[in-house]
């Protein structure tokens, strides 16, 4: 999923100014009906040829296909068979079964089958709109591209992921690690992008391009006014503040099996105002003319998914520890489960961030607790998240010593 909403209105407060005063009102204007007039068309027809085409023939080959023949084969034939069963010996059962059992096996069928086929209509629905949402990137990106160059705007920041790192092949991960073994659609686009600019810095070296390459970005701004409001499924970390305020049934943990220390997946959870001040000094780079720089936005340690549940509550390890502090934080108790492993998913990544350090002069400096403190923030002032009208959750107070 999928940048967070805080950053640009984090980072807006502080850049706008020097941002603004590149792009002026007039200029605005012109390279708005330049997109829509001239450009729209070219560069329409090349996304079409070029993505959607691949993209759409992938999602109706691999995916339908794939998924519509699992529907059919795991769901269709299960309850078929055991429709069959139970109506080949209908006339010996029928007798046996009463009004109430009837009742019963039906809504077992419908349990087991239907909430199952209904789950991964859902899914497919989710990649769908995602590969979608890719497709626009790539788009804007091309947009956003040749129209800075047609108004000589040639300084650029691009916020890309440690998802086009892939599964790494050592850790920590440095800039110099090997690209494009992406692991999911979001990587891929970032990848992408990132093979587009370095492209137009070789045609053209009076540009100067920062790529950031976050990596897990949680929390929220202090005052807990921007915060993150996903609309579509959250990162883990949304997930559980969700699951605390009552608006979500219970965390999935994808998978315990993984070759980390408590088989969860690891991860460099990054605060976001960490971020955010990583922007401030790309800025001042791409002013210094700095030609194309690459670098990790991290923190170069890596926490485990049950690192992160704890940290919550400054409790524990096990899952059990996890189960009653959760429960005594939200005043109620929460679940949460083991599943498989999601699809895409790597075992682990974390940073070296050290390039940033030297060359940047940042450093993240927000540690764990301050990431999870800031987030319940945001989450307590805003239940709804930007549609809040203050806080209504007060009664949900986190036991972490912060
Ligand atoms: O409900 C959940 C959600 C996540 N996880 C696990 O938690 C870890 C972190 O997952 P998530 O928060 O979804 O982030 P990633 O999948 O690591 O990365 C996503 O989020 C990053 C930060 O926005 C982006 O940079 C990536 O491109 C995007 O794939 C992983 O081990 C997941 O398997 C769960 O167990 N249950």
Request: charged residues 25%; contains cysteine; aromatic residues 6%.
């Amino acid at each position: 999923m999928n940048t967070p909403v805080s950053h640009p209105s984090q980072i807006s407060e502080t850049n706008k100014g020097a941002i603004g005063s590149q792009i002026s009102e007039t200029n605005k204007r012109a390279i708005g009906s330049q997109i829509s007039e001239t450009k729209k068309g070219a560069i329409g027809s090349q996304i079409s040829e070029t993505n959607k085409g691949a993209i759409g023939s992938q999602i109706s080959e691999t995916n339908k296909g794939a998924i519509g023949s699992q529907i059919s084969e795991t769901n269709k034939g299960a309850i078929g068979s055991q429709i069959s069963e139970t109506n080949n010996k209908k006339g010996a059962i029928r007798s046996q079964i009463s009004e109430t059992n009837k009742g019963a096996i039906g809504s077992q069928i419908s349990e087991t089958g239907f909430t199952d086929l209904r789950n991964r209509i859902t899914e497919l629905r989710n990649r769908i709109t995602d590969l979608r949402n890719r497709i626009t990137d790539l788009r804007n990106q091309q947009r956003c591209n040749k129209v800075m160059k047609e108004h000589s705007v040639k300084n650029l920041i691009f916020s890309s992921s440690c998802t086009v790192y892939g599964d790494p092949k050592y850790l920590p991960v440095d800039e110099n690690h090997p690209t494009g073994g992406c692991t999911n659609p979001y990587g891929k686009t970032k990848f992408f992008i990132e093979e587009i600019l370095k492209d137009l810095w070789k045609a053209d070296p009076d540009w100067n391009i920062v790529v950031l390459r976050y990596f897990n970005p949680v929390g929220a701004h202090k005052s807990g006014r921007i915060g993150e409001d996903p609309k579509c499924i959250p990162n883990l970390m949304p997930y559980c503040a969700q699951i605390l305020v009552g608006k979500m049934k219970e965390l999935k943990v994808y998978g315990n099996d993984y070759d980390t220390p408590d088989g969860t997946g690891v991860r460099d959870y990054i605060h976001i105002s960490d971020v955010a001040t990583g922007h401030v000094a790309a800025q001042t780079k791409v002013e210094e003319k700095c030609g194309l720089k690459i670098y990790n936005l991290g923190t170069g340690q890596g926490y485990s998914v049950m690192d992160m549940i704890n940290a919550w509550t400054g409790q524990g390890y096990s899952v059990m520890d996890m189960i009653n502090a959760f429960s005594a934080a939200a005043g109620k108790p929460v679940k949460y489960r083991i599943i498989g492993r999601r699809p895409g998913d790597v075992a682990s990544t974390y940073s070296k961030p050290d390039l940033a350090a030297k060359e940047l002069g940042w450093k993240a400096t927000r540690g764990l607790n301050t990431m999870c403190e800031d987030l319940w923030r945001w989450q307590t002032m805003n239940p709804d998240g930007f549609n809040s009208n203050g806080p209504t959750h007060k009664k949900h107070k986190l036991t972490q010593k912060i």
